[in-house]
């Protein structure tokens, strides 16, 4: 028994040194100068500029036009990521309980229509979708970047397989209690939902902040740029002699790690508080 | 007035299904009625009909002498208990007793008031503010209890509310359900599969078979004149013993086997007789028969139940399975042959084809 822990550590540790391993190496290297990064590589010990990079980076504008700096990023990618969270999560959940809920002609044919885009991702598509956004003149706006991409399968088929397993006593309990269609909707299910909106809630932030390539096409202005495109940016300056600001790039690395971080962690514990508590 | 009228209630689901099959039923103002009937026989159809979560295949439903057809669930005055408390997972106690009322934008004092009220009748006033789950099944029933009583409504609806609770709770909320029911006196349909919860709690039965009413009638009048072999072998624990008789110059003899003599003083043809395991007396061999019935049975099992003994056998010479009642304590050999007697008026008469009871 004892003997077996002991492996089970041994794993874990492995695990958790292969994951962390390349972001502490990232953080390292982001306290070296540029120049010591260009010339000698990754870093295995700490540097003398200390922090200095992610002041610069998160103040100093930079980019071509210079009116985009990495507060602006990280507000750019929040919205991004929230935006497409939130947007997902209200359309299919919206969409699950028509499809469970309301018996329209066809409902099932609806859902397995909806199901099979699941098989067709973005890049299948982005062409008539940029055409479509481009027409609508959303092209640099944030409703251009967020909303295209906030219809999803997987939300509507999670959210369908849960309302199907609430109990169908439920909805007359609350029918006979005098619930409407949208009270039932906003008092039962959407409560009784928590666990699985905190679910697919960090899913979809992760997915959102981490796209790149839809935001790259949508928006020209570097005023909309998100940090994931940041970094890019940073290292596109093979300009003369010039040599990309390695420092800066891997303390943006950094920081575009954080918020996702954050938000796994905020919403586990509510997610776990809920599976635990859960009963319908 | 809160009177329930059913008449020619007919309901058929998708696929040709006829679940309900022309129900009338007439249920006074504060009168508890007990639908009863096997798994299948379409009680949750009828009484979810009464609640509007079914629609009306044909026929006309109304309480208190409104036609409710096309009235939704939440305007019909009623509330309704279900098997699986269907309590709102995620609201303390006091929320899902108000709940309704909140809907219906009742006043907040108001509301406090009633359910406040509600939880002292249940004696639920100390989990007001817990979520279901930390509830006992039986503290749960109270729960879904409270709140059909808040809404005061004009019945009260259940679909075999006590099915998940243990037997002893059971008997503990029938008797409560019962003094609730009579204390507010609202009018009341039970749904239930256990004829002995049926029998206890009815002020009328209601036996169902098949989507059909096969009698309608208080309790004990039910138990005492079963309408057909159907309710005689439904009603009663354990079951009425029904065997199978011919009748030649003699009187009646079994179908099967040589154990059962009887007089036929109405003159029948082949019929079923009926006769309750508590009317059947061990008597000497040789007693005359008379108007009764005289079996002659083969002991088999011997099943004591502390206040009283069942004896299961079979009438002699291979014929039809029969439960007598004894007095507890009382013992007799498996396999030992007695001759059974009951009295002309214990003796019930049904007709072969049909099932129906032939009054003598
Ligand atoms: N939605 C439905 N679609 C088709 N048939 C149904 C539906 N609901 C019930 N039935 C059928 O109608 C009949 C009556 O069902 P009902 O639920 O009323 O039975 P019940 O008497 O309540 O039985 P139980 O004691 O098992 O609850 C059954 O034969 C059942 O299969
Ligand atoms: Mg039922």
């Known amino acids: 028994m004892n003997k077996l822990r002991i492996g089970d550590h041994i794993v874990l540790l492995l695990g958790v040194f292969f994951m962390v391993f390349p972001v502490v190496l990232a953080f390292i290297t982001s306290t070296h100068d540029a120049v010591t990064v260009y010339r000698e590589g990754l870093q295995f010990g700490f540097g003398d500029q200390g922090l200095k990079a992610y002041e610069t980076v998160l103040t100093k504008a930079g980019g071509f036009t210079k009116e985009v700096n990495g507060l602006v990023m990280l507000k750019n990618s929040l919205i991004l990521g929230f935006g497409f969270a939130i947007g997902k999560i209200v359309i299919s959940m919206a969409a699950a309980y028509a499809i469970v809920y309301f018996r329209f002609p066809m409902a099932s044919l609806c859902f397995w229509v909806i199901f ?165 | 007035m809160s009177n329930i009228t059913l008449d020619q209630v007919r309901k058929v689901y998708a696929g040709n299904v006829e679940a309900v099959k022309g129900v009338s039923i007439d249920i006074a103002d504060g009168e508890f009625i007990v639908l009863v009937g096997p798994s299948g026989c379409g009680k949750s159809t009828l009484l979810r009909m009464i609640a509007g979560l079914e629609d009306i295949s044909s026929g006309e439903i109304s309480i208190g002498d409104r036609v409710v057809n096309k009235v939704d669930p939440a305007d019909r005055d009623i509330a309704m208990v279900f098997q699986n408390y269907a309590l709102y997972p995620h609201m303390s ?156 110059a003699g009187g009646l003899k079994a179908k099967a086997g040589t154990g059962l003599q009887g007089g036929n003083p109405g003159g029948l043809q082949a019929c079923t007789v009926g006769i309750r395991p508590e009317h059947l007396q061990v008597v000497e061999a040789g007693t005359p028969v008379g108007d009764g019935l005289t079996l002659t049975v083969k002991v088999n099992v011997l099943e004591p139940v502390g206040a009283e003994s069942y004896i299961y056998g079979t009438i002699d010479g291979g014929g039809a399975p029969v439960v007598i009642r004894i007095e507890s304590h009382q013992t007799y050999d498996i396999n030992a042959i007695l001759t059974l007697h009951a009295a002309a008026k214990d003796v019930h008469y049904f007709d072969a084809e049909t099932g129906r009871r032939i009054e003598s």
Request: aromatic letters at 10%; one cysteine or more; hydrophobic letters at 50%.
């Open chain 2, 93 to 248: 106690v006091y929320k899902n007793l108000a709940y309704g009322l909140t809907n219906r934008g009742m006043p907040k004092s108001e509301i406090d008031r009633r359910v406040k009220e509600a939880a002292d009748i249940l004696e639920i006033g100390d989990y007001l503010d817990r979520k279901p789950r930390a509830l006992s099944g039986g503290q749960r029933q109270r729960v879904a209890m409270g709140r059909a009583i808040v809404r005061e409504p004009a019945a009260f609806l259940f679909d075999e509310p006590l099915s998940n609770l243990d037997a002893k709770l059971r008997v503990q909320m029938r008797v409560e359900i019962k003094r609730l029911q009579k204390e507010l006196g609202t009018t009341s349909v039970y749904v239930t599969h256990d004829q002995l919860e049926a029998m206890t709690l009815a002020d009328r039965l209601v036996v169902l078979n098949g989507g059909n009413i096969e009698q309608i009638g208080a309790p004990i009048a039910v138990y005492d004149k079963p309408a057909s072999t159907f309710v005689a072998s439904f009603i009663g624990s354990p079951a009425m013993n029904l065997i199978e008789t011919v009748s030649d």
């Open chain 1, 116 to 280: 099979c885009t699941l098989l067709l991702p973005l890049e299948v598509r982005i062409l008539p979708s940029y055409e479509i956004v481009q027409r609508l003149g959303m092209v640099n706006t944030y409703a251009g970047l967020i909303v295209p991409l906030i219809a999803s399968a997987t939300g509507t088929f999670f959210f369908r397989q849960f309302f199907m397993s609430v109990p169908d006593e439920l909805l007359e309990a609350a029918r006979i209690d005098g619930a409407g269609p949208w009270k039932f909707f906003i008092d039962i299910l959407v409560p009784l939902s928590k666990t699985m909106i905190a679910a697919i809630f960090i899913i979809m932030f992760v997915y959102g902040w981490n796209q790149y390539l839809w935001p790259t096409l949508i928006t020209t202005d570097e005023g909309f740029f998100t940090l994931v495109r940041g970094i890019k940016q940073i290292l596109q300056v093979w300009v003369g002699a010039q040599i990309p600001d390695y420092d800066q790039a891997m303390a943006m690395a950094i920081l575009a790690m954080i918020p996702p971080v954050l938000i796994v962690v905020i919403f586990q514990s509510w997610f776990i508080k809920g599976l635990v508590e859960s009963d319908k």
